[in-house]
């Protein structure tokens, strides 16, 4: 059942419950922040302390990051682009079958993106809930210029502990040390005991959130990048909208088009960064 709801302050979001999974997402930034299986424990990690405000990001869930992922050249601009703050169009909602329910949301340009961003585009988000949270994220340049994208469905996931997980799916792979903005090549499998800042490369097969319970699988597709984040102890401390000890339940692996991985779109093509999480 698709339930539209709203908080206090006006904040809507999204309520969907199938014979899968449930789900939650918001208007804002068509920002899924609670995603469980039937029987599971949820897959997506949502701050204690979240914000639900419109024009703050929530923290947790899926951030869109684009039209740019990082910092932009103009450091006035936010990072991660703009799209995860902007009030998306709900285009609707379809129960397929009892397992399955789809969602399409939409942003397109306006005066406040083109004082951002000088291009004119189409950028829709196409949500899949059941047993497996699947998105895709279609850029679409409706403008008479090529231009240039970068962006990250910036997933947050829910873990044990983030002692007790390992990523596989990444040996030998080129990564950029965003600690040290050093260029290295990934030796095995991931393992956490300090801050981990890292855009890999070259990624072209399934990545394994392996925990102590259970084992999420992450597949990307038209993506040859993927950002690995735990901002461990020290950094966690600095986020904004995250408990002290947050960062040892969570852990971000997102799937990107990312540096290397920037994607150029000319006028009337599309691309679309398509993830599937099961
Ligand atoms: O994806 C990793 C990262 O770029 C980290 O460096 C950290 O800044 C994180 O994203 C969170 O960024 P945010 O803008 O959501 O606070």
Not at 92 to 105: A, L, N, P, S, Y
Not at 252 to 277: G, M, Y
Request: charged share 25%; hydrophobic share 40%; net charge negative.
């Amino acid at each position: 059942m698709i339930v539209l709801k709203k908080l206090a302050n006006g904040f809507a979001y999204i309520e969907i419950k199938n014979s899968s999974a449930e789900a939650k997402i918001a208007l804002q930034g068509a920002h899924i922040f609670h995603y469980a299986r039937v029987g599971e424990e949820p897959i997506l990690w949502l701050s204690e302390v979240s914000d639900f405000e419109v024009g703050k990001a929530i923290r947790g869930g899926v951030p869109v990051c684009w039209p740019w992922f990082g910092f932009n050249e103009d450091k006035t601009l936010p990072q991660h682009g703009f799209a995860r703050t902007a009030l998306w169009e709900f285009v609707g909602g379809d129960e397929v079958d009892e397992k399955t329910t789809t969602f399409t949301f939409r942003l397109t340009y306006n005066e406040k993106t083109l004082g951002m961003w000088h291009y004119k585009f189409l950028l829709e988000l196409k949500i899949t809930i059941s047993d497996k949270l699947i998105m895709e994220l279609k850029t679409t340049n409706i403008d008479e210029r090529t231009f240039k994208i970068s962006q990250a469905l910036h997933t947050y996931f829910s873990v044990s502990h983030i002692s007790d997980v390992t990523i596989k799916g990444l040996d030998n792979k080129p990564y950029l040390d965003a600690l040290t903005w050093k260029n290295e090549v990934q030796k095995g499998d991931i393992t956490f005991n300090q801050e981990v800042d890292r855009v890999y490369q070259e990624v072209d097969g399934e990545i394994a959130l392996s925990d102590k319970n259970r084992t999420i699988h992450i597949k990307n597709e038209n993506s040859s990048s993927a950002v690995i984040w735990n901002p461990w102890i020290e950094k966690c401390g600095r986020m904004s909208a995250m408990k002290p000890n947050a960062y040892e339940s969570m852990l971000c692996i997102e799937p990107a088009n990312a540096f290397l991985d920037a994607r150029v779109i000319k006028p009337q093509k599309s691309h679309t960064l398509k993830a599937t999480i099961f």
